[in-house]
């Protein structure tokens, strides 16, 4: 059965601390794992889509990383603003659009 | 470039009576997905469409929840009649691409509450 387990349920940190959260799978072939933040009161906002082992993807301080079990989102010198719920999803080859969602890491960062 | 619009934002009801909830995709947009998330559950996926036509409603919980996409500009979720255990936030998100292989994109989302 496909699965996706993240960790930890949440996290706090100074600001500036870096840290990573671990999104682990089990799909039968991945098609994409995909990362998302959502604030409190809004929508899933999509970060990035790795797609094979090896693959890394960065956006202002997030950077994502994908092996063939999991996944890591490194926050490098983490401010405030970061601070929201981190999800995790994957599709696998037995699906063309449903994707398997995590319970998210909720991360927040004290100034 | 506006992101999906969901309508209303908030709902307050009382059991047994119908709730409509409402979704515009992103123009040019194919497929449409109504998610529902709960502290306990988490994100599940209620229906998809792909232009216009529902696909998969697996997820749908019971005969009570209903969704319609008339056109590709706009879908509706309807629950008839509400119960206490249908409050939660109800999402819709739309991709680019048919089966959406890349990114959804998710609107802010319908806060459900019923009495």
């Known amino acids: 059965e496909d699965q996706v387990t993240q960790s930890p349920e949440a996290l706090r940190l100074q600001e500036g601390e870096s840290s990573s959260l671990n999104c682990s799978y089990t799909v039968s072939g991945l098609r994409g794992l995909f990362w998302y933040r959502q604030d409190p009161g809004k929508g899933p906002e999509f970060l990035f889509t790795?797609?094979?082992?090896?693959e890394e993807k960065e956006k202002e301080r997030l950077k994502a990383t994908l092996t063939k079990k999991e996944s890591f989102l490194h926050i490098t010198a983490p401010k405030p603003e970061d601070s929201a719920t981190y999800l995790c999803?994957?599709?696998?080859?037995?699906?063309?659009?449903?994707?398997?969602w995590g319970a998210g890491t909720k991360l927040i960062i004290k100034p | 470039d506006a992101g999906v619009i969901q309508s209303p934002r908030h709902e307050v009801t009382e059991m047994g009576q119908e709730v409509t909830l409402r979704c515009k995709p992103i123009?040019?947009?194919?497929?449409l997905f109504w998610y529902r998330q709960t502290m306990m559950r988490g994100l599940e996926l209620l229906i998809y469409f792909n232009n216009n036509v529902p696909i998969d409603d697996s997820g749908m919980p019971e005969d009570r929840f209903s969704a319609k996409m008339p056109n590709a500009s706009f879908s509706t979720l309807k629950i008839q009649p509400s119960e206490p255990r249908d409050s939660a936030v109800y999402f819709c998100?739309?991709?680019?691409?048919?089966?959406?292989?890349?990114?959804?994109?998710f609107g802010p989302g319908t806060r459900l509450t019923v009495l």
């Open positions: 790795l797609y094979s082992a090896g």
């Open positions: 999803a994957v599709r696998g080859m037995d699906s063309n659009y449903q994707l398997i």
């Open positions: 998100a739309s991709s680019p691409r048919s089966y959406s292989y890349n990114e959804q994109f």
């Open positions: 123009s040019g947009h194919n497929s």
